[in-house]
C-alpha cells in the first residue's frame, strides 16, 4: 500500500523519534510548545486557500502547521516522505495512482497535473497518515470547509517518480 494510516499514538511515537528540538529558550532548558489556539491563530487567515507556520524540529525533518480552505495542487516529493497529523476540520487525500501534466517545481519536486487511479483517505483529527517519498498526492477541501493539519517532511533516498 502506498500510504498507511497509522494510529495517533504512532504519530507520537515519530514525532519524538524526530528528535524535536527548542528553537528558543524554553523553562527546561529544550522544549516548546504550541497550544491548539496558537497554532490555529498562526494559520487563522489563508492566501489563496493555505496558510503555514513553521514548527522547531531537528535537522532532519521540518514540521509545518497548516490550514487549508481550497484544494490544494498535486505534489511528489522525490526525496521526502510525508507525515501528516490532522488538527481540526476535515479533508479527503488523494494517495497514489499515475500523475499527468505535472512539471518540476524545483529540484526533486513535481508539481500540477491530475492524479487517476489515488486512494481516497478521510482525514481528521485523532487520524494520521504517512505518504512515502515518491507517491502522489493532493488534499481536497470540501467547498466551504477549512483543514487545519501538522505535515512532517523527513528525507528519505530518490523515489523514482511515479
Known amino acids: 500500500m502506498l500510504a498507511r494510516t497509522l494510529a495517533a499514538s504512532g504519530a507520537v511515537a515519530c514525532i519524538i523519534g524526530f528528535g524535536v528540538v527548542a528553537a528558543g529558550a524554553a523553562p527546561d532548558g529544550g522544549s516548546v510548545y504550541f497550544s491548539a489556539a496558537q ?16 514548527l522547531p524540529v531537528g535537522v532532519e525533518a521540518k514540521a509545518t502547521a497548516a490550514r487549508r480552505d481550497a484544494d490544494g495542487v498535486v505534489e511528489v516529493h522525490l526525496k521526502q516522505h510525508d ?24 529540484p526533486d519536486e513535481l508539481r500540477g497535473g491530475k492524479i487517476t487511479g489515488g486512494t481516497q483517505y478521510k482525514l481528521a483529527p485523532g487520524d494520521v497518515l504517512w505518504i512515502p517519498a515518491g507517491t502522489p498526492h493532493q488534499m481536497l477541501i470540501e467547498k466551504g470547509g477549512s483543514f487545519n493539519y501538522i505535515f512532517i517532511k523527513y528525507d528519505a533516498q530518490s523515489a523514482p517518480a511515479k
Open 83 to 106: 507525515l501528516i497529523i490532522p488538527q481540526g476540520g476535515q479533508a479527503t487525500a488523494l494517495v497514489g495512482g499515475r500523475v499527468e501534466g505535472n512539471k518540476v517545481s524545483a
Open 39 to 54: 497554532l490555529r491563530d498562526a494559520t487563522a487567515k489563508t492566501e489563496a486557500g493555505i496558510k503555514t507556520y513553521p
